[in-house]
């Protein structure tokens, strides 16, 4: 008995295209073989590859129109995994699903880059081989920039892949080794771009003034961290760097060396950024009543002055003019001054004036005067229920609260 196609002479393999179909010739082309069943018929015998792609005719088409309804196909069906067409269709849909590949398809440069366009912390799941592949890992990072982590060793530690990545995301620097870190070219583009990256800069460029004057000169408000935050001691005590740094975000202060926060010049320089700056004035400026005047009258060209009286020092808390500042520009600031101020009509009237809320904060005496009241009411109608329970049934004041609501 003849036992594969190389024992059959063209002839006979054209004889059997002629008596059985064409696509069972095609098998024995491929190398199945006849044999004599148990019932003494003679069957072709195909091996277990021929088996899989006569299965797959019927078997992957149909895999593929589940895929258009749901991905998680190989996930569920380990034979799948190895099927090209198939992990591409599911890595289309979701990225994540390149976790379920065969070894040999995460090595597959056409479906790890649909995977991580998809999702780029799929990269995780690709070959070594596939995770220092520039453009794999460029694809990755532009839709998700967090996969750097897992590209390898080498390209993190890449100057060229480091100078492109920051262009990204200046976060991107945290991943990268600690020469690139310490590499000022590649520091001042990420800073330049976001400068919040500088945490990741190495500790011998956090003292370096050119590169840290970089980094402050971007700093805006909004974000958590601020670059004065990492510096060196050494540069948080140099005024070129901290004027530079406050004059861009006025939160800064807070990172300023100790004799920074007492100078005069950086201190108005923060506060004309923003008044939160004054909480972190050392205790001289906070009771200096001609500075504390100055930082009310700079804060309120942009009604700022929110929490300035909280952080003065006692002393000016029961001054009238301070107090009475900061009251015509913000109201709920009312809420600080002393006892006695709070018991004062001029003060209280200048505070409910600016916002009726500020009744809340008037003494008791002053929330049963009637034209306080009314003000108070006419400006902030809900906030009637602040005033003594004698003026709220007048009718007076429950018209004045009625009409402006």
Known sequence: MKNGSENYTPEEIG??????????????KKGAK?????????????DKNQIDEIEDKERVPKALEEIRFSSSFIK?????????????????????????ASEELKDNKEIVLEAVKDNGEALKFA??????????VLAAIKNRSSAMEFASKELRSDRGMALVAVKISAWLLKYFSKEIRNDSEVVIKAVNKQSDAFEYASGELKNNKKVVMAAVKKASYGFDSRPLKFVSPTLQNDKDVVMQAVKADGHSFEYASTKLQDD?????????????????????IKGNKGLVLKAIKMASKDHLVSGILSDVSPELKDDKDVVLAAVKTEAGELKYASPKLKNDKDIVLAAVKDGGYALQYASTKLQD?????LIAVKNAPKFINYASKRLQEYKEVQEAAKENK
């Open 15 to 28: 004889k059997i295209e002629d008596e059985r179909t064409l696509s069972d010739a095609e098998l024995i």
């Open 127 to 136: 070959s070594s081989e596939m995770k220092n592949d520039r453009d794999v």
């Open 369 to 373: 005067d009637k034209e306080i009241v």
């Open 264 to 284: 005069e010049e950086v201190f108005l320089a923060a506060i004309k950024e923003t008044s939160a700056a004054f909480s972190f004035a050392s205790k001289r």
């Open 76 to 100: 569920e069906n380990e034979w799948a995994r190895n099927k090209k067409e198939i992990v591409l269709a599911s890595v289309k849909k979701n990225g994540e699903l390149l976790e379920y």
């Open 34 to 46: 006849h044999t004599i069943d148990d019932s003494g018929n003679k069957v072709l015998m195909l």
